[in-house]
């Protein structure tokens, strides 16, 4: 009797009185959605912009709930994070984060390593936080924005990478694990895509525009949305997309083929002084914009179709590899993995003057669009 | 009557695989050379295959007898007990090892603030219940846990197919080979030919049973499994991340969704690990409490078992200040626990060798006079 | 257990009162030895009367009030005894009466005191006749019963719907009718100092595992009792885990559920005075079984074990799970659902942990006034029970609207499986305890804790999780426990019963 009188105060004291300590009442808790990092007012300090949810309207029948953007200046990342509870009542909790903003003069100057430590050590902070860099002057404007399908900007500007994908395939975003990976793996360059503020008829909103190309992990410069988008067929990174051409070569694209499948296959070759990229890609897709009148049953103007689109493509991804040579010089396709994981000899001995072999470097785009289906009608 | 305390070939084999990838799965992968780990793994196994042999051996020669009881009859009293003595020390080491991976996982991935001695109590009330209830009851313990495990990891592997990219397999073999031979001594000693404690439960097994195909099947399973965590961890996370995570198949899996709905479901890789901890560390505490019994003369293990649970539960926490300690320690440790997986052993199955060969010569009975599983008496 | 004088103290006390108390010879004197034995007693009721051809021959009867048949005693023991010429041969004066005068269906002799107290209190007469030391112990027993009637905790859906009652003579003849073979053995025992409750075993012998059975009679032997009123009396003191809070000795009120154990190989025990029936050994499978599984299609059934398999889990998981998730593990949470729950907690005065266990505390009393009331309140209970505290609780901010979800799917599972109701709550508390305190880590503790105390208990001997335990994936081992396999697939029978014979009838319906 006494040892299970015994048992039973043990197990009510250490239950009760231990074990509670990471106990968090939701209603404890500031849940961040988006973070923006700028420069602080004094220098070596960072301005933190924490987009949390207010949640004080949120009981009840409408459930609304709004974005409360807090600030916290600090001198370090978890410095200024900690910082701001001077300014809250309850914690910072990030697990809900999904957006981080950088500002693009931050990432120029200092580099973005310093910046993203924090989020990959804390275990709140998941690690599939999406990282942009703002477009603006400052990164926290765009916490301004109201965005306009849901509450947070930082769910959408996640929300608007997520669904990229499947729509356009103009944004080359990087997961906050995949940074990690691009910056201690060798021969791929950093691109982290571009936010900015645009007018939307009478709002100002968010908008994505292009990526930022880094060396190392220091910014050096923005790739425009287009030759991103073509950048993507390179590296096989397409899910759905649109393709536009003109048939009648008068100035004016009369052609959209909606991209159903499309796979791209690249070999690379060493022949001592330069680097040869043969590069194929494989397309299925449906006419959805046709020139008035075009006959789709007939195979030859079919045949005119594709040739045209593809001799489109072809060019473009060709302006979007010359591109980022000539004007960054930094292996943002990835090549220079491509070598790495068939030899990884040949790798060590390139991998010094990389850039100087990427400039250089010759490639010859192949593409074969077959055109599945024209939606509804003829 | 009824028979309280055997366990069936199958129940053996759970018990096995549970002690093989029971807690390295958490792991996910091998500091040093995180991108070849699977080749390492594949070495160990097969550095592993012969020790395991041998460890069968030991068995076969004595049918229903556990190491305690070979070491006392092949060496005698005096030698026989410093064995006992060894391989009681080399339990409760082992068990504390473990133990400290445990909450320390538990404190980092999921409550920073808890202390690790309230963590403890918990756990070791679980562990201590299982134990004292017998090795049947492992053995069902096993038994049950072993498609619960199976199932998760099965599902997490189908699920992070989307976030799988196979490129990170390559380059292949790109590591040191200096660097993979030490990764692959690592795998060796943890987990694989820590399958020697498994020794110490061996009086529950019966005569018909074949303990090679224990081993065998045992090897082959949990190698399987580590094999397919280490894939789906290298597809998912790529060489940089798994290199510098703590607990890489953790990461894995709050990076693996499906659609919306499905996503955040590192909940279920947790349960995997306490469950395969909780088999790992009872089997540990089963030797512990065992020898520690025999040395002292006691009949049962059972009275034994609640001192020897406190002292592996402080050991524990004593055993490493801080994590860093706690990763850097497994080269440490394998050079401690080399001689009891491979040599200690070796000397053993060669005494015993012996022995059958001179008991067979002389025609003694005691060749067949292997304790019965029911007249043990002692559990 | 009170304390209570050991049994050799009360034959002692038992031999005191009836200290040189015996049958003898006289009438007078055997009347008067039963008058005192029944003194202060009114209903004992004694009627001498003599045979009118030869009023020597005189008789005495004695019967309890109210237990007996007037019509019977008077139709066929005073009429014939009164008015037929009885002629006796020298010796057994009373066996020709019993073979010849009395029209009563079961006559025994005995000149056991004790035997006859027993016996004229059960609804017995006892006829004494003039000269003889011996009394003649006639049937005449007639009581008001229950009448057959469907057990109001066992209902199902279609199939027989006769439910044993208090009487341990027609709950043996619903069994005996279903069972018409002599390998049916039926003994009867014999429990409580007191109050000598009779008790039937029922197995068949050939498919019965002898060394329960002796098990079995070796633990009943134990029993030292005052009084056993309830089959359940007899559970609690011949189970294998006293402080499990699992059942491991099933119990029913169908004819038909018993019948079908005994066909298994299990062992039926009867007990006088109630209609509950125990049945044992019992693993944890048949917590989820149900008679009316035989009786509807397979389908239907298979998917009626699965429902019930998973209510056991949610009945027991869910408030555990739903604290852990929202109080230590939010990001586990989709996004919306987040702000959902974190905007209700933000209303409420408690934390989710207390609010979560006050509730449950709350629809506990709830179902125990359910089941105490009288039924005609019951429906003022039912709105205050909804309304009062489902809607104005939340509507006054005392609790959150998601936490009464939780407690309501808890509750519903929960009456689901009424076999497991005890486990149930006692690891629901457990598992909230845990998880309150330590999250889903303590959460998957108390589960451990749970599955290892499953699997350690027996039942007589057979582990409780057969046949999970073994890891045999062989269909006829698992094809009655999550599913329940078409009769035409049921050839061998269970061997949760413990490895009794195993015979392979081709016929259908060798099972269950």
């Keep these: 009797m006494k040892k299970a009188f015994a048992i039973l105060i043990v197990s009510f004291i250490s239950v009760t009185m231990t074990g509670c300590w990471n106990y968090r009442g939701a209603d404890k808790m500031e849940t961040v959605k988006g973070v923006a990092i700028d420069m602080g007012p004094k220098n070596g300090t960072y301005l933190l912009t924490f987009e949390t949810i207010n949640l004080s309207d949120a009981a009840g029948r409408e459930g609304k709930v709004m974005p409360e953007l807090v600030e916290s200046v600090g001198t370090t990342i978890y410095d200024a994070i900690r910082k701001a509870n001077n300014k809250l009542s309850s914690k910072l909790y990030f697990s809900q984060m999904q957006t981080l903003i950088i500002n693009q003069t931050l990432a120029k100057e200092q580099g973005i390593s310093p910046l993203i430590e924090w989020f990959l050590h804390d275990n709140e902070a998941r690690e599939l936080i999406n990282v942009v860099i703002s477009g603006e002057k400052t990164a926290k404007e765009l916490f301004n924005m109201k965005p306009i399908s849901v509450d947070f900007v930082g769910q959408e500007i996640c929300e608007i990478i997520d669904k990229d994908r499947y729509v356009l395939s103009y944004i080359k975003s990087n997961l906050i694990y995949e940074v990690y990976n691009c910056l201690n793996r060798d021969g791929i360059a950093l691109t982290l895509p571009i936010f900015m503020i645009v007018q939307n008829g009478e709002k100002p909103t968010i908008q994505a525009d292009g990526s930022a190309v880094f060396k190392k992990d220091k910014m050096i410069g923005n790739i425009p949305a287009e030759i991103v988008h073509f950048s993507l067929f390179v590296t096989d990174e397409i899910d759905k997309g649109i393709l536009t051409t003109d048939l009648n070569n008068d100035g004016q694209d009369d052609v959209a083929l909606e991209i159903m499948k499309t796979k791209t296959k690249s070999s690379i070759s060493f022949d001592g002084k330069k680097i040869k990229i043969k590069i194929n890609v494989q397309s299925s897709v449906m006419a959805l914009e046709i020139p008035p009148g075009t006959d789709m049953l007939d195979v030859t103007s079919v045949k005119k179709i594709s040739a045209s689109a593809q001799n489109r493509l072809v060019q473009k991804m060709h302006e979007s590899i010359k591109y980022v040579q000539t004007e960054y010089q930094k292996d943002v396709f990835g090549f220079g993995k491509m070598i790495y994981e068939k030899n990884h000899k040949l790798w060590h001995k390139l991998s010094k003057d990389w850039d100087v072999y990427f400039k250089n470097a010759e490639v010859e785009i192949k593409s074969n669009i077959f055109i599945r289906s024209s939606g509804m009608s003829k | 009557m009824i028979d309280r305390e055997s366990i069936n070939t199958k129940q053996a084999i759970c018990i096995l695989s549970l002690l093989i990838f029971g807690s390295s799965a958490i792991f996910g992968s091998v500091a040093g050379s995180a991108h070849d780990s699977w080749i390492t793994l594949l070495a160990a196994m097969v550095l592993a295959a012969p020790f395991f042999i041998v460890f069968s051996r030991i068995i076969k020669l004595f049918p229903g007898s556990d190491i305690f009881d070979i070491a006392l009859t092949v060496f005698g009293k005096i030698a026989g007990r410093i064995f006992i003595l060894l391989y009681t020390l080399y339990s409760t080491y082992l068990g504390a090892l473990v133990l400290r991976n445990f909450t320390e996982f538990v404190q980092v991935a999921t409550k920073p603030e808890t202390p690790q001695w309230a963590i403890l109590i918990i756990l070791i009330a679980a562990i201590v219940y299982l134990v004292f209830n017998g090795v049947q009851v492992l053995g069902k313990w096993s038994a049950v846990i072993m498609p619960i495990y199976l199932i998760i990891v099965t599902a997490t592997v189908i699920l992070a197919y ?122 540990c505490l089963f030797g512990a409490s065992i020898g520690t019994a025999k040395l002292l003369g006691i009949k049962g293990y059972k009275k034994a078992l609640f001192p020897v649970a406190v002292i592996m539960a402080v050991l524990s926490q004593i055993v490493y200040k801080n994590i860093f300690e706690m990763l850097n320690g497994l080269s440490l440790y394998r050079w401690i626990a080399l001689p009891f997986q491979t040599l200690l052993p070796i000397i053993i199955c060669i005494g015993a060798e012996i022995k059958t060969r001179k008991d067979k010569k002389n025609m003694k009975p005691k060749q067949s006079g292997n304790q019965e599983p029911q007249e043990s008496g002692a559990y | 257990m009170l304390d209570y004088p050991s049994k050799e103290a009360i034959e002692k006390l038992n031999q005191q009162k009836n200290r040189g108390a015996s049958l003898t010879s006289d009438l007078k004197q055997n009347i008067a030895l039963f008058k005192g034995l029944f003194k202060d007693d009114d209903t004992f009721i004694a009627r001498p009367f003599n045979n009118k051809a030869d009023p020597n021959i005189r008789f005495c009867i004695f019967n309890m009030d109210g237990l007996v048949k007037p019509d019977i005693i008077n139709e066929a023991i005073i009429k014939p005894l009164m008015l037929t010429t009885i002629q006796f041969s020298e010796k057994k004066r009373l066996d020709t009466l019993s073979n010849q005068v009395i029209l009563i269906n079961e006559v025994t002799k005995t000149n056991n005191l004790q035997e006859l107290i027993e016996s004229v209190t059960y609804g017995d007469t006892i006829l004494i006749l003039d000269g003889e030391a011996e009394a003649l112990i006639l049937n005449t027993k007639y009581f008001q019963l229950r009448s057959v009637s469907e057990p109001p905790s066992e209902q199902i859906l279609s199939g027989p719907r006769e439910g044993f009652n208090e009487s341990l003579m027609v709950n043996l003849s619903m069994i005996h009718r279903r069972v018409r073979s002599n390998d049916l053995k039926l003994r009867y025992y ?120 998973i209510s056991f889990f949610i009945a027991i998981a869910t408030p555990a799970f739903y604290i852990a998730l929202v109080a230590y593990h939010q990001e586990m949470m989709p996004p919306q659902l987040y702000i959902a729950i974190a905007a209700e907690r933000l209303t409420v005065p408690f934390p989710d942990a207390i609010e979560s266990f006050l509730l449950l505390i709350v629809f506990d009393i709830l179902k125990e006034t359910g089941i105490r009331m009288p039924s005609n309140l019951g429906q003022a209970l039912s709105i205050v029970g909804a309304l009062v505290i489902g809607q104005a609780a939340v509507e006054a901010r005392l609790v959150a609207a998601p936490m009464i979800i939780i407690v309501a799917i808890t509750a519903i599972t929960s009456l689901l499986i009424p076999k ?93």
Excluded at chain 2, 219 to 231: D, K, N
Excluded at chain 3, 425 to 452: C, D, K, P, Q, T
Excluded at chain 3, 469 to 475: E, Q
């Design chain 2, 162 to 283: 989307q976030q799988m990219d196979f490129s990170n397999l390559f380059p292949i073999a790109s590591s040191d080979t200096g660097v993979m031979a030490d990764s692959a001594i690592k795998l060796f000693t943890f987990p694989f030919a820590e399958t020697v404690l498994f020794l110490t439960i061996t009086k529950s097994l019966k005569k018909s049973q074949s303990p090679y195909k224990i081993y065998m099947i045992g090897l082959l399973i949990g190698g399987a499994v580590m094999l397919i965590v280490f894939f789906r961890n290298l597809f998912v996370l790529g060489g940089p991340t798994m290199e510098s995570e703590l607990f890489p198949s953790y990461t894995t899996i709050r990076i693996v969704r499906v659609g919306t709905f499905l996503q955040r479901l590192e909940s279920t890789i947790s349960s995997n690990f306490y469950l395969g901890g909780i088999t790992k560390i009872a089997v």
């Design chain 3, 420 to 512: 497991i109701n005890t486990p149930a709550i006692v690891f629901r508390y457990f598992l909230l305890a845990l998880a309150s305190g330590f999250g889903y880590f303590g959460f998957m503790m108390g589960l451990s804790i749970l599955v290892i105390h499953i699997i350690s208990i027996r039942s007589f001997g057979i582990p409780y999780m057969t046949p999970i335990d073994k890891l045999s994936f062989k269909g006829q081992d698992l094809k009655d426990t999550g599913v329940r396999a078409p009769w035409w697939n049921m050839k061998t029978r269970p061997k949760a019963s413990g490895d009794s014979v195993r015979l392979n009838s081709k016929q259908s319906g060798g099972n269950n």
């Design chain 3, 190 to 309: 014999t429990f409580g100092r007191r109050t000598k409750t009779k008790s039937i075993i029922c197995y068949m012998d050939s498919l019965v595992n002898k060394n329960i059975l002796d098990e079995l009679y070796k633990r009943l032997d134990k029993i030292d009792i005052d009084g056993v009123l309830d089959s359940n009396y007899i559970s609690e003191l011949i189970c294998d885990n006293k402080w499990s809070p699992f059942r491991t000795i099933g119990f029913t009120e169908r004819p038909d559920v018993a019948v079908s154990k005994i066909l298994e190989g299990k062992i039926v025990l009867l007990t006088d005075g109630t209609p509950v029936v125990l049945t044992l050994p019992y693993v944890f499978a048949e917590n989820f079984q149900s008679n009316e599984d035989y009786y509807l299609n397979y389908i239907y059934s298979t998917f009626g074990r699965f429902l019930r398999l």
